[in-house]
């Protein structure tokens, strides 16, 4: 069998593994617009390996998240890859806050998430003695660690290449023939058994290319983070800070973070943004789809479509250096000199909307389209689901025996 793959983000490429894993005779393309796999979503990853703790029990994304940590965590230590098993607190900055930690609490035990409800400040700072808890209650998610994207994919593409799984970057794919099962490059045309969309940011692009009719309409929002400085360097937390997050909305608010080099971060902000590669403002401005996304974006806020508004209001604010300063007080000790400036960590992230039903769509949606699966909804957390969707992918659509 032939298989085409469009996109080698780290949905793609753990695609690639799984079924390369089926069969070393099945035949296996790549296809990347860019000159690398790290150029968006996955190389501009947080590497933040989630639980599935927020995630609506039995809902796609929970489940697959759940088992894709496990695999993930697998996959670094049977390749000795960065892992750090920080934990994860979940910490209330007001008393609204505290019902929905509950709520989190009581989920985390019908999903088999592993979490420690901290009921005092005392508790808390056993945890991690380098923060500054507002109220006596918290969450402790054991199970979140930290791993890196960049070498996890840099490992994948090092054992697809022995597996001779050919990679074909600066090959955009400009139509899809889902009945025939043929890609269109340029002037070239592939032809496969079988063809994954797994185009990240441009998945909803590919979907249109291949005559796809859905209810679904997406807009992208960047993610900002905040650099952080100190003389104290030793007294920031290990363990991750979260807030508690609102859980009508897809964003888990700003938080801590660090890599393997000790960089400290506070972010992301989730604004939206007018262009699917606008890391910095104007940055490969196209003026079509300046104005498509501007005006989707508009009527949405007009009709404040799940309460987009408010949820766009709220996101603004994490914008302005004074404002990050405020909601982040609960994560340094007050003792703590501290500075914060704008970083080169900025990320950007689809969100998919139901147009049916005016709501944001909080899961991940896969559609079969003849000899085309398209993955539309990869939205956070797909690093840590992607081992987990692939096998879902082989054994749900592919129909490829499952491997343990």
């Known amino acids: 069998m032939k298989f085409g793959i469009i996109g080698s983000g780290i949905v793609g490429l753990t695609i690639a593994f799984e079924i390369s894993n089926q069969d070393p005779h099945f035949e296996i393309t790549i296809f990347d617009k860019e000159d ?14 989630h639980s599935g703790i927020y995630y609506t029990p039995n809902s796609l994304r929970s489940k697959l998240c759940i088992e ?75 199970d979140t660690a930290i791993g890196d994207p960049k070498e996890v994919s840099a490992k994948l593409l090092e054992i697809l290449n022995k597996k001779k799984v050919s990679i074909m970057y600066n090959h955009e794919v400009t139509e899809v023939n889902s009945e025939k099962g043929k890609i269109f490059v340029k002037n070239q045309i592939f032809e496969f058994d079988c063809i994954i969309n797994a185009a990240g940011l441009y998945s909803d692009k590919i ?17 900002k983070y905040w650099a952080v400085e100190t003389s104290m360097s030793s007294e920031l937390p290990k363990t991750l800070l979260y807030p508690v997050p609102n859980l009508e909305h897809p964003f888990l608010g ?18 939206p943004v007018f262009g699917k590669e606008a890391y910095k403002f104007f940055q490969n ?19 404040n479509e ?20 405020k909601s982040t007080k609960l994560y340094f000790k007050s003792s703590m000199n501290i500075s914060l400036s704008e970083s080169a960590k900025v990320g950007i992230r689809s969100q998919i909307f139901d147009n049916k039903s005016n709501t ?28 987990a969707m ?11 025996s499952n491997r343990p």
């Open 360 to 387: 944001l769509f909080n899961d991940f949606v896969v559609i079969n389209q003849n000899k085309t699966i398209h993955i539309l909804n990869a939205i956070s957390p797909a690093w840590t689901s992607s081992f």
């Open 254 to 271: 700003i938080h801590t973070v660090y890599d393997k080099k000790g960089k400290f971060y506070l972010g992301p902000s989730s604004t």
């Open 68 to 142: 894709g940590s496990r695999l993930m965590k697998n996959f670094i230590k049977e390749h000795n890859l960065y892992l750090n098993s920080c934990g994860k607190l979940l910490m209330p900055r007001n008393k609204t806050e505290i019902d929905s930690l509950n709520l989190l609490f009581d989920r985390s035990k019908k999903v088999g998430v592993q979490a420690i409800k901290l009921n005092s400040k005392e508790e808390i700072l056993n945890i991690e003695p380098n923060c500054n808890p507002l109220f006596d209650e918290a969450l402790f998610i054991k």
């Open 306 to 325: 799940n309460k987009l508004r408010s949820l766009a209001i709220s996101e603004f604010r994490n914008l302005f250096l004074s404002h990050i300063k």
């Open 207 to 223: 979907a249109k290319v291949s005559n796809l009719k859905t209810n679904y309409s997406s807009l992208p929002f960047k993610g």
């Open 36 to 49: 690398s796999s790290l150029k968006h979503g996955t190389g501009r990853n947080s590497g933040v390996i």
């Open 390 to 400: 692939a096998k879902y992918i082989c054994s749900n659509f592919l129909k490829l």
């Open 285 to 303: 401005f196209n003026l079509i789809e300046f104005v498509s996304l501007f005006f989707k974006f508009m009527i949405k806020i007009i009709k």
